[in-house]
């Protein structure tokens, strides 16, 4: 993989909204100057290809698009507050949420994490937890 490339991806995950094409250029050129916009285009369409990036049609002529991280920014983190170990839940409310109260204030949500301290099931059956922070996904909320 190219530098160009590497800046422009890392421009792609710096951003939490929609953008275009010539944005996207702006942001990737503060990353590496010799980003050119032919290497911009060129690139777009195989991340959104590779599912990286979803394109958002809003009607008009401009095509915006968007990091496909749906899954990280609605996702809710649940630690045990004894071992640490980290449960991944889907939180799809988060984002309705966070429009929802950032509205209220008349503001526009950029990103918003959810964390909850608990106690793990270990803990619950053992009172005590093995310290592996391992990370665990767990599929139901
Ligand atoms: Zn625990």
Request: aromatic share 8%; charged share 25%.
């Amino acid at each position: 993989m190219t530098g160009q490339r590497m800046a422009i991806f890392e421009a792609v995950f710096k951003e939490s909204s929609h953008f275009t094409a010539e944005e996207l250029l702006d942001k990737a050129r503060l990353i590496d100057r010799t980003v050119s916009r032919a290497t911009v285009y060129r690139t777009l369409p195989i991340l959104v290809e590779s599912c990286l990036v979803r394109e958002v049609d809003i009607g008009t002529n401009l095509k915006y698009y968007m990091p496909n991280k749906e899954q990280g920014s609605h996702q809710a983190q649940v630690i045990c507050n004894d071992c640490q170990k980290i449960f991944e839940i889907p939180a799809p409310f988060m984002e309705w949420y966070g429009s929802t109260v950032s509205a209220k204030l008349g503001l526009t949500p950029i990103s918003q994490r959810l964390q909850v301290t608990a106690s793990c099931q270990e803990y619950q059956a053992k009172g005590f937890c093995s310290k592996d922070k391992t990370i665990e996904s767990s599929a139901s909320a």
